[in-house]
């Protein structure tokens, strides 16, 4: 008798611990991930639907953070290398402005130069990912106000495993490029951005690394030999002597070079993002202890 006395006093207090967790501590960890998320909100441009018109527009969070402004860069080599050279201008996920100067490859002694003007930008869509999902996450999160009335351990399970797929998301948009084949690179209508056009043997290929911001430049020469059978090669690991085909016309990759720039809010974002991730963790993990006694705290 005893025995269950002190058991059914254990359940008591566990049963009320819970209950605590998930009117108390739930909603004070979900405040603290809002104001993460706003923190990281204010780094981009965030789509929203009007609710008159239903027409989607771009704002800064936050009261129009002035966090999201141009922002000017000097692309330099790891190497040393002058064969690249360029200045450009970011503004939320567009290089919307780049003066870029290259050494072609077959001609060393030829300089050739080329922009890129606000009216036709480069689309960084990486950042433009990041960005929808973590507007994904903000919505999750908005779904379950101060007010919401959780009323299982497994309903707060649930939102924090949506909510982290959708971090991790965009987590993973900075820190993980996309791989396209040379003749992906090589047909990108992002291409089009150059004014004057690239040289037909060049091709430019810029994308985000945790807090870099990288661009890429391949030289080409007519290939010989065999036709391919498989002819895809990523695009972000080394390329020199790579062969690809555009049509009936076969390329050798003759000279890779690479430039990059820092991009501070690029860092604070994925931090932001990791910080978010293992708070959400906790709470999940701390939940789910309850979770295993089922209905007996209902």
């Known amino acids: 008798m005893a025995d269950i006395d002190e058991e059914d006093e254990e359940l008591a207090i566990l049963k009320e611990e819970f209950q605590w967790l998930l009117k108390e501590e739930v909603h004070s960890v979900l405040r603290h991930l809002r104001h993460i998320l706003q923190e990281c909100s204010k780094r981009f441009l965030l789509r929203t639907t009007d609710n ?8 800064h969070q936050e009261g129009r953070s002035p966090l999201v402004k141009p922002e000017k860069y000097l692309l330099s080599s790891t190497n040393g290398s002058d064969n690249i050279r360029g200045v450009i201008t970011v503004f939320g996920d567009n290089i919307c402005q780049a003066d870029i100067t290259i050494r072609l490859h077959r001609h060393a002694t030829h300089v ?14 990486q950042i433009q ?17 101060d007010h919401y009335d959780f009323q299982t351990a497994q309903e707060v399970v649930k939102l924090m495993e949506e909510f982290m797929i959708c971090l991790q998301r965009a987590r993973s948009s900075l820190l993980s490029p996309t791989k396209y084949s040379l003749d992906q690179l090589y047909k990108n209508k992002s291409m089009r951005a150059f004014n004057p056009p690239l ?18 430049t391949y030289y080409l020469t007519p290939a010989q030999g065999i036709r ?13 002597g790579s062969v690809f085909e555009v049509g009936q016309y076969r390329y050798e990759v003759a000279a890779q070079y690479q430039v990059e720039c820092e991009v501070p809010w690029l860092s604070d974002v994925v931090t932001l993002f990791t910080v978010a991730l293992q708070t959400s963790q ?10 295993g006694y089922g209905t007996e705290l209902d």
């Open 129 to 145: 990912d990041a960005g929808n999902h973590l507007q994904s996450a903000m919505d999750c999160i908005a779904s379950k106000g």
């Open 112 to 125: 050739y130069r080329t922009f890129i003007k606000e009216d036709i930008p480069w689309k960084l869509q």
């Open 52 to 59: 008159e018109s239903g027409d989607a527009t771009w704002i």
């Open 199 to 216: 040289p037909v043997d060049s091709i430019i290929n810029f994308y985000v690394h945790h807090s870099k911001l990288i661009m890429s």
């Open 228 to 240: 391919l059978q498989k002819p895809s090669v990523s695009s972000i690991d080394s390329k020199l």
């Open 282 to 291: 906790q709470l999940k993990d701390k939940i789910s202890v309850f979770d």
